[in-house]
């Protein structure tokens, strides 16, 4: 069971960055998967989640039309679109995934049981 995010980088404040979250053929298919982030000297946050048929997906406030969540099962990728990034933006992003066969997707960290390695996104001013 892995999960291998990529596709963090330097953008300017304003600009756009797309993250992939490459999983294991038996979490794509079956299991919510989340992102979160952590910026430095705060606690990890949840920003959105989607569930395997893709109809339940949830985001954070703070990025709420401007992130948007997807999946392609075939593919086994989950993909978190980032627009009009700004500095608060910020941190290490993580995918998780909640055990195969829960049909809810999650806001809660506590209930993602695997997760990758994290990938920086930084947003310059």
């Known amino acids: 069971v892995q999960l291998q995010a990529s596709g963090g980088g330097l953008v300017q404040a304003g600009g756009f960055l797309r993250l992939s979250c490459a999983a294991s053929?038996?979490?794509?298919?079956?299991?919510?998967v989340g992102w979160f982030r952590q910026a430095p000297g705060k606690e990890r946050e949840f920003v959105a989640t989607?569930?395997?048929?893709?109809?339940?997906?949830y985001y954070a406030d703070s990025v709420k039309g401007r992130f948007t969540i997807s999946r392609d099962n075939a593919a086994n990728t989950i993909y978190l679109q980032m627009n009009n990034l700004s500095p608060e933006d910020t941190a290490i992003y993580y995918c998780?995934?909640?055990?195969?066969?829960?049909?809810?997707?999650?806001?809660?960290?506590?209930?993602?049981?695997?997760w990758g390695q994290g990938t920086q996104v930084t947003v310059s001013s």
């Open positions: 989607i569930n395997g048929n893709g109809y339940m997906i």
């Open positions: 053929g038996r979490i794509m298919s079956n299991s919510p």
């Open positions: 998780a995934a909640q055990f195969p066969g829960n049909v809810v997707a999650s806001r809660q960290i506590s209930d993602y049981v695997y």
